[in-house]
């Protein structure tokens, strides 16, 4: 029999940046991590630089890789979503004997895991789906991991995992999520929360630049006190990072070197389509990928650009009214993330109960707190939300927020207005501060649409004072009938 203590505790499939980087941090916590990468330069390259942080067991075929591992195997792939993972789960599941357990870290659509975690259980093997956010650095220094699949895989990984996580307060940041495919279902709306922050942030640059008239490095130091408080998270921080870049080759703010298309992979786009399907309105996800479709559309912008009327615009804020308008667009910045962060919440929600996982939301609010992209110190606030109300029917309605709102909905009012005045897109902005009036909304105009469903297709409609489903005979004598 093979000698279990010089096998590996993990291994990783997969060296680009996030998969090198991942094992490096393995290393250096101490276990023994065995490396394969379908071309060998990258196995070669990670060990000659960094062989020395560490026990790594470089092989050089997926044979050699699987018989390099302790069991249960614990096999961690680091490619790329899609047909590469399926790929390298069907070798690696070739090789693996029952209770070895697969391990995807990509970005992979949810479904698709809960495909692969039947197919890998029909053959006897663990698979769990792991979302594992904080780019680059945090692969290396200590990522947010949501890790799905059977909670029996749990056991003998969530240790492995935890001890490279990102930690707050002692707490690691991974916890496992629920059953098959809720760990990469909640990466994909983790990631749809980060486009709808991306964006509000950017939001908030282009009224201070372009309505207010300030400079990048002077709206730099904006977002770097804005840091200090109730906005502090690494979005805000990376942002006063962004702006006050130069660009050596122009001297330039390396902002305006930069070409106004942004781009995208998918998740953000997985995020809305999955919560079309679930009925869940998570209109400033939705906005944000359309915003960054739009800027994309490079073609159709240039045709329009000085072309379509503006009317006509308000003058930029004046001088005197600079600062007011600052604390504005801190305050709609502010009011709108919360708006972005419910509606994600809503989201999890549906599509865990909609699936059966289980996922509490106390566990994303704890375990986003450090290492993945979105983590913010308002996500203690989010926590304590859930601790008071583990049930409540919007993150909008928790009496901190409820509160916040008081302070933030006149400048919210004022950002809309003001931008809209100037002629200046806050697709955000706005959209978030009709989804809270309508939310507040004691009538919507649904009821109309009601009246003209049934008019033109008979579909009915409930009434405000009696139970039951009526129709207007619309084409007859419009007498109203019992449907
Ligand atoms: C993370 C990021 C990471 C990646 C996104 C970016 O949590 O670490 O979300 O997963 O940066 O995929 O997505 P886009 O390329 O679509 O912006």
């Given at each position: 029999m093979t000698d279990q203590k010089h096998l590996a505790q993990i291994g990783v499939v997969g060296l680009a940046v996030m998969g090198s980087n991942i094992a490096r941090n393995f290393a250096r916590h101490g276990h023994t991590v065995a490396v394969y990468n379908r071309s060998p330069e990258?196995?070669?390259?990670?060990?000659?630089?960094?062989?020395?942080?560490?026990?790594?067991?470089?092989?050089?075929?997926?044979?050699?890789?699987?018989?390099?591992?302790?069991?249960?195997?614990?096999?961690?792939?680091?490619?790329?979503?899609?047909?590469?993972?399926?790929?390298?789960?069907?070798?690696?599941?070739?090789?693996?004997?029952?209770?070895?357990?697969?391990?995807d870290g990509g970005n992979s659509l949810y479904t698709d895991t809960i495909r692969r975690e039947a197919e890998m259980r029909a053959r006897g093997l663990h698979f769990v789906g792991a979302g594992i956010s904080g780019g680059e650095e945090g692969a290396l220094n200590g990522p947010a991991i949501m890790p799905g699949g059977p909670a029996e895989s749990y056991e003998s990984l969530g240790p492995l995992l935890e001890s490279?996580?990102?930690?707050?307060?002692?707490?690691?940041?991974?916890?496992?999520?629920?059953?098959?495919?809720?760990?990469?279902?909640?990466?994909?709306?983790?990631?749809?929360?980060?486009?709808?922050?991306?964006?509000?942030?950017?939001?908030?640059?282009?009224?201070?630049?372009?309505?207010?008239?300030?400079?990048?490095?002077?709206?730099?130091?904006?977002?770097?006190?804005?840091?200090?408080?109730?906005?502090?998270?690494?979005?805000?921080?990376?942002?006063?990072?962004?702006?006050?870049?130069?660009?050596?080759?122009?001297?330039?703010?390396?902002?305006?070197?930069?070409?106004?298309?942004?781009?995208?992979?998918?998740?953000?786009?997985?995020?809305?389509?999955?919560?079309?399907?679930?009925?869940?309105?998570?209109?400033?996800?939705?906005?944000?990928?359309?915003?960054?479709?739009?800027?994309?559309?490079?073609?159709?912008?240039?045709?329009?650009?000085?072309?379509?009327?503006?009317?006509?615009?308000?003058?930029?804020?004046?001088?005197?009214?600079?600062?007011?308008?600052?604390?504005?667009?801190?305050r709609a910045l502010y009011a709108s993330k919360l708006v972005a962060y419910a509606q994600g919440f809503d989201e999890i929600r549906a599509g865990s109960e909609e699936h059966g996982w289980n996922v509490d939301p106390r566990d994303l609010a704890t375990i986003w707190r450090g290492g993945c992209i979105i983590r913010a110190t308002f996500l203690n606030r989010i926590r304590d939300a859930y601790d008071a109300d583990p049930d409540i029917q919007s993150l909008l309605l928790d009496s901190y927020?409820?509160?916040?709102?008081?302070?933030?909905?006149?400048?919210?009012?004022?950002?809309?207005?003001?931008?809209?005045?100037?002629?200046?897109?806050?697709?955000?902005?706005?959209s978030s501060l009709s989804y809270y009036d309508s939310l507040r909304a004691e009538r919507l105009p649904a009821a109309l649409i009601q009246g003209q469903r049934d008019y033109f297709g008979a579909h009915t409609?409930?009434?405000?004072?009696?139970?039951?489903?009526?129709?207007?005979?619309w084409s007859g004598d419009r007498s109203e009938v019992q449907a």
């Open positions: 990258r196995t070669d390259a990670l060990i000659a630089d960094h062989g020395d942080e560490g026990t790594f067991l470089p092989a050089k075929t997926i044979e050699e890789f699987v018989s390099s591992l302790q069991r249960p195997r614990r096999a961690l792939i680091m490619v790329q979503a899609g047909k590469a993972t399926d790929a390298v789960i069907g070798q690696l599941a070739d090789a693996m004997k029952e209770g070895d357990i697969i391990i490279i996580a990102a930690e707050v307060d002692g707490v690691p940041c991974c916890t496992h999520i629920g059953p098959d495919g809720a760990g990469h279902f909640v990466k994909m709306v983790h990631n749809g929360i980060e486009y709808a922050d991306m964006q509000v942030i950017g939001e908030a640059y282009h009224l201070l630049r372009y309505a207010a008239g300030m400079e990048p490095k002077e709206i730099a130091g904006v977002f770097r006190e804005w840091n200090t408080g109730d906005l502090n998270s690494y979005l805000v921080e990376i942002t006063a990072e962004v702006l006050d870049q130069v660009d050596a080759e122009t001297g330039r703010p390396l902002i305006d070197v930069i070409v106004d298309a942004a781009g995208q992979k998918g998740t953000g786009r997985w995020t809305v389509k999955a919560a079309l399907d679930l009925g869940i309105p998570v209109t400033a996800i939705g906005e944000a990928v359309f915003a960054r479709a739009l800027s994309g559309a490079r073609a159709q912008r240039s045709a329009t650009t000085g072309v379509l009327p503006s009317g006509t615009i308000a003058g930029p804020v004046s001088a005197d009214e600079r600062e007011r308008f600052v604390e504005d667009v801190r927020f409820t509160g916040e709102m008081v302070d933030l909905v006149d400048s919210w009012r004022r950002v809309v207005i003001n931008a809209t005045r100037q002629g200046l897109p806050v697709p955000v902005f706005a409609y409930e009434r405000t004072d009696r139970p039951g489903h009526f129709h207007t005979e």
